[in-house]
């Protein structure tokens, strides 16, 4: 029997291990819905997957966001170097996207609301001389401030949302998932749009050896070994396993999502070694 933790992190990470999805479940779309939808160019370079008609929803009702965000993907590059620094998943890839979007007016934006609430009901006050119950109509309401408070998209434009996860604790993708659902139960969004790491991305960040700090040398642990860049992106972290587990158990609620995932091609100075898939 294995030793009992006292540690919260360490079963939270053990329970988070196993919820990862190898495919798609019933609830996406099929493929050939995706395939009339999306660029072949597209498609060529990352994973999609669509959930609840979002690349229908996106292209054939959002058409100009729809082209935004597709030169968005197009114009799109890193590097290995990028993936190996220490930094370089909080702050420079997100900031390839921002270079295409905010030019073209995608806002971060944060909903807040408050819920009115009307109770409606019927109160009898009197009879009729046949016995028939007269009543009048009984209205009472009330309101729970900041019932929507802080719920943030990366990216927002008309009625499109768009957020980016490269490297953050899995559990992010229910946050951004939730904001979704918030956006669209109350008709701010009709679709949104989530991009994180491939499955295919995988195998190349396990061949790239040691990470690198700031300022370009090896990361060293305590011990003096060098730090391995896979070591940065855990099984725990925000990636398309993550994710696609989420979007089959339905936590994305009623909003359709259109998932993209970067994949080696995306990697301009990659070269694919023998046997790496």
Same mark, same amino acid.
């Given at each position: 029997?294995?030793?009992?933790?006292t540690?919260?992190?360490?079963?939270?990470?053990?329970?988070?291990r196993?919820?990862?999805?190898d495919?798609?479940?019933?609830?996406?779309?099929?493929?050939?819905?995706?395939?009339?939808r999306?660029?072949?160019?597209?498609?060529?370079?990352?994973e999609?997957?669509?959930?609840?008609s979002a690349?229908?929803i996106?292209?054939?009702g959002?058409?100009?966001l729809f082209?935004?965000?597709c030169?968005?993907?197009?114009?799109?590059?890193?590097?290995?170097e /990028?993936? =190996?620094?220490?930094? &370089?998943?909080?702050?420079?890839?997100?900031?390839?996207?921002?270079? @295409?979007?905010?030019? *073209? !007016?995608?806002?971060?934006?944060?909903?807040q609301?408050?819920?009115?609430?009307?109770l409606?009901s019927r109160?009898?006050v009197?009879y009729t001389?046949?016995?028939k119950?007269?009543?009048?109509q009984k209205k009472?309401?009330?309101?729970?401030?900041?019932?929507?408070?802080?719920h943030?998209v990366?990216?927002?434009?008309?009625?499109?949302?768009?957020?980016?996860?490269?490297?953050?604790?899995?559990?992010?993708?229910?946050r951004?998932l939730?904001?979704?659902?918030a956006?669209?139960?109350?008709g701010?969004?009709?679709?949104?749009?989530?991009?994180?790491?491939g499955?295919?991305?995988?195998?190349?960040?396990?061949?790239?050896?040691?990470?690198l700090?700031?300022?370009?040398d /090896?990361? =060293?642990?305590?011990? &003096?070994?060098?730090?391995?860049?896979?070591?940065?992106?855990?099984? @725990?972290?925000t990636? *398309? !396993?993550?994710?696609i587990?989420?979007?089959?158990?339905?936590?994305?609620?009623?909003?359709?999502?259109?998932v993209?995932?970067?994949?080696?091609?995306?990697?301009?100075?990659?070269?694919?070694?023998?046997?790496?898939?």
């Amino acid at each position: 029997m294995a030793e009992p933790s006292t540690d919260d992190d360490d079963l939270i990470d053990e329970v988070s291990r196993d919820q990862v999805a190898d495919t798609p479940g019933d609830a996406a779309d099929p493929q050939g819905l995706i395939d009339t939808r999306i660029p072949e160019d597209i498609r060529s370079r990352y994973e999609i997957y669509s959930y609840r008609s979002a690349a229908v929803i996106l292209s054939e009702g959002h058409p100009r966001l729809f082209a935004e965000i597709c030169d968005a993907l197009r114009n799109f590059s890193i590097t290995t170097e /990028i993936i =190996r620094t220490a930094g &370089g998943n909080e702050s420079d890839i997100p900031k390839l996207f921002s270079r @295409s979007l905010r030019p *073209m !007016g995608w806002r971060e934006t944060v909903i807040q609301g408050d819920l009115l609430i009307q109770l409606i009901s019927r109160e009898i006050v009197g009879y009729t001389k046949a016995g028939k119950a007269k009543t009048v109509q009984k209205k009472r309401e009330f309101k729970r401030e900041k019932y929507l408070d802080g719920h943030k998209v990366d990216y927002v434009k008309d009625r499109v949302a768009f957020d980016l996860e490269w490297n953050s604790k899995d559990q992010t993708f229910d946050r951004d998932l939730y904001a979704f659902s918030a956006f669209a139960q109350c008709g701010v969004i009709d679709v949104g749009v989530l991009v994180t790491r491939g499955y295919s991305l995988g195998p190349l960040i396990s061949s790239l050896g040691p990470s690198l700090n700031k300022n370009g040398d /090896i990361e =060293r642990k305590r011990n &003096g070994t060098p730090r391995l860049t896979a070591e940065k992106y855990g099984a @725990s972290t925000t990636w *398309m !396993g993550k994710l696609i587990y989420r979007l089959n158990a339905g936590r994305n609620g009623a909003c359709p999502v259109l998932v993209v995932g970067i994949t080696p091609k995306c990697v301009s100075d990659w070269v694919q070694p023998e046997g790496i898939a």
